[in-house]
T-cell receptor, first 110, second 116 residues
Framework: GESVGLHLPTLSVQEGDNSIINCAYS??????FIWYKQESGKGPQFIID?????DKRQGQRVTVLLNKTVKHLSLQIAATQPGDSAVYFC?????????FGGGTRLMVKP | GAVVSQHPSRVICKSGTSVKIECRSL??????MFWYRQFPKQSLMLMAT?????????EQGVEKDKFLINHASLTLSTLTVTSAHPEDSSFYIC????????????FGEGSRLTVL
């Protein structure tokens, strides 16, 4: 079936640098996307969301970009901090069901 | 903000016993809750969708008699792992949907099950 896909890479960035985490999705009918942050041993935390009628949405230090043409979603974290170290998942909404991508581990080097 | 409480956070049990995990929405009513399973270094896998007052909808490959889900009230859903075996050891996470349609989803902190 269709799925949100994200190989599981590890992104290592220097503290203070910007981070970009990418996600590809395959269900063209999905109209709502979310980024979650999951710290070790904890449940996912909502970071930011975007609906398909938008291309960009900004939060505090985070920006989500949506490219529906190529079914691509990205999360940008400005001035990355050690507390940003975690696994980040993108997810798509289809009806009431949320489907997660594979996750990216972000490691912030001091 | 909305809070979802999951209990217990860690449980160790002997093979063959049953374990119940609770998921509570503390400050909102959740007609729909979801149960996920997560293996180390992997994404969350949806196990079932729990709707208040009705039977849960299980994903393909998830044994409904093995993983019993009860959503008896608008603030509580339970997952019971029956006759647990070591291969059931995993991190189980619940989430609760606030509002209808694409309402915001809130996650519990997860429950680490270890079956000896």
């Amino acid at each position: 079936g269709e799925s949100v896909g994200l190989h599981l890479p590890t992104l290592s960035v220097q503290e203070g640098d910007n981070s970009i985490i990418n996600c590809a999705y395959s269900n063209s009918a999905s109209d709502y996307f979310i980024w979650y942050k999951q710290e070790s041993g904890k449940g996912p935390q909502f970071i930011i969301d975007i609906r398909s009628n938008m291309d960009k949405r900004q939060g505090q230090r985070v920006t989500v970009l949506l490219n529906k043409t190529v079914k691509h979603l990205s999360l940008q974290i400005a001035a990355t901090q050690p507390g940003d170290s975690a696994v980040y998942f993108c997810a798509e909404y289809a009806g009431n069901m949320l489907t997660f991508g594979g996750g990216t581990r972000l490691m912030v080097k001091p | 903000g909305a809070v979802v409480s999951q209990h217990p956070s860690r449980v160790i049990c002997k093979s063959g016993t049953s374990v119940k995990i609770e998921c509570r929405s503390l400050d909102f009513q959740a007609t729909t809750m979801f149960w996920y399973r997560q293996f180390p270094k992997q994404s969350l896998m949806l196990m079932a969708t729990s709707n208040e007052g009705s039977k849960a909808t299980y994903e393909q490959g998830v044994e409904k008699d093995k993983f019993l889900i009860n959503h008896a009230s608008l603030t509580l859903s339970t997952l019971t792992v029956t006759s647990a075996h070591p291969e059931d050891s995993s991190f189980y996470i619940c989430s609760a949907l606030k509002g209808g349609g694409t309402g915001e989803l809130f996650f519990g902190e997860g429950s680490r099950l270890t079956v000896l």
